[in-house]
């Protein structure tokens, strides 16, 4: 998996985003936002991004609307079935065992989005086979 190091797109030539209000003052200047190359890319299924939501760790790296600081939580009993979307029909990626670490991203319904400990797979697991805390 390549190592997240930089940013992938510039705002007016900085890597950081201005703090002040400048944008609601008269004269605005115009701050364009450029790409500077290809995204970063992660080991197929390991990278905690959606169309909607981000990783607070890859703020900078990509642009979503949302970023969400991760839950940690522990499968209470197991095995639990990781999903790839929030059904229990949907396909099986991976089966995690009693207290396995899983950082929660997204509550939906009985729902919960997130990756298995720091750099593992993404997907979906029932909030009732996950409990408060960390293994």
């Known amino acids: 998996m390549q190592e997240l190091s930089a940013p992938s797109f510039a705002f007016g030539g900085s890597h950081l985003l201005p703090t002040d209000d400048f944008h609601v003052r008269d004269g605005y200047s115009g701050v364009t936002f450029t790409l500077l ?8 299924g390991h990278l905690p991004v959606r169309g909607d939501l981000a990783h607070i760790k890859l703020a900078g790296r990509y642009f979503v609307p949302h970023y969400a600081v991760p839950m940690p939580r522990a499968v209470a009993a197991g095995p639990a079935a990781l999903r790839r979307n929030a059904s229990e029909d949907a396909d099986a990626i991976d089966t995690l065992a ?22 593992g797979l993404v997907g979906y697991l029932p909030l009732s086979v996950l409990e408060e805390g960390q293994a």
């Open 37 to 44: 190359g290809p995204g970063i890319t992660a080991e197929a």
């Open 98 to 119: 009693p207290r396995t670490v899983f950082n929660v991203l997204d509550v939906a319904g009985n729902w919960a989005w997130g990756q298995v400990g720091e750099n």
